[in-house]
């Protein structure tokens, strides 16, 4: 059954990229100012990674299962 709504397979391709330049961005400034202490550790990294991360994981779950009109 073709899916009539929902993000479109260029759209999702789109998200993959932009989610793996987030973490490559994040992970590019971890390792040049270092690992943030305390709040900023899970602020910084966590969410940066929960956020891309997720997206990327998603983007590519759908795009394997051409779950895409």
Known sequence: MSRQFGPTRGELIFRA?????GLAF????VW???VPDGPALVEVVGVAVALFGGTLALSIWRLIKRDHP
């Open 26 to 29: 994040v992970g590019f400034v």
């Open 17 to 21: 990229i932009v989610s793996v330049l």
């Open 32 to 34: 040049k100012r270092g």
